[in-house]
């Protein structure tokens, strides 16, 4: 059972262009969602995270919109450039900040931005 | 101030053979945590180690096991290989508690033949 439903699968944005994935959950005990980046060859490496106590979170390009009574998170890359062309996956986990493990991950989007 | 690191960078494998990945984790940090990455999918959590100790574990058969040396650094050894296993297997390190978030290295990529 997936508990971690991402989508689109594939997304391709012109350059400047606004990217838009987006993620549902089920557990409700989720309490920590991160958002990851990865590039062909290279390790998931954190975007941006947030908390359930919070809506939005902004870290320049990169905004996380969450909705807790939808079980719904996504991200947003305003500006998008060629060089944030990867494969993003979003994560949820139990542990208030994902230091303690079991990270549960969706299948991910990869996102192309063209010239 | 060196990240988490895994070795080797690719393998490649036989059906029924068994495999030692090695990781090392970020300085600082106490736990390591180990992830399968198939081909097109997000990682799934296999299992924790923190002081030395199995912490947590996921949906994986014990063929599927690991230790975590004192110095922190941890291998995972699959036995009975079989072309399943083949994936990215990740390793992240945390100091655990911190809420601080976890790294990953880059993975070692394993293939059964």
């Known amino acids: 059972q997936q508990q971690v439903k991402q989508s689109p699968q594939s997304l391709i944005v012109q350059k400047g262009g606004i990217s838009i994935i987006n993620c549902a959950y089920e557990?409700?005990?989720?309490?920590?969602f991160p958002w990851y980046q990865q590039f062909p060859g290279k390790g998931p490496a954190l975007l941006i995270a947030?908390?359930?106590?919070?809506s939005e979170k902004k870290e320049g390009r990169f905004t996380i919109s969450f909705n807790k009574s939808a079980k719904q998170f996504s991200l947003h890359i305003m500006d998008s450039q060629p060089g944030d062309s990867a494969t993003y996956f979003c994560a949820a986990s139990k542990d208030y900040g994902g230091s303690q493990g079991n990270l549960i991950f969706g299948k991910g989007t990869k996102l192309s931005v063209k010239p | 101030d060196a990240g988490v690191t895994q070795s080797p960078t690719h393998l490649i494998k036989t059906r029924g053979q068994q495999v030692t990945l090695r990781c090392s984790p970020k300085?600082?940090?106490?736990?390591v945590s180990w992830y399968q990455q198939a081909l097109g999918q997000g990682p799934q959590f296999i299992f924790q180690?923190?002081?030395?100790?199995?912490?947590q574990r996921g949906n994986f058969p014990d063929r599927f096991s690991g230790h975590q040396f004192p110095n922190y650094s941890s291998e995972l050894n699959v036995n009975a290989l079989w072309l399943g296993d083949s994936a990215l297997y990740l390793c992240a390190s945390s100091s655990l508690g911190s809420n601080q978030p976890q790294h990953f290295g880059d993975g070692t990529r394993l293939s059964i033949l």
């Open positions: 947030i908390r359930p106590d919070v």
């Open positions: 180690y923190y002081e030395e100790e199995e912490r």
């Open positions: 300085s600082g940090h106490d736990t």
């Open positions: 557990n409700t005990a989720f309490d920590y």
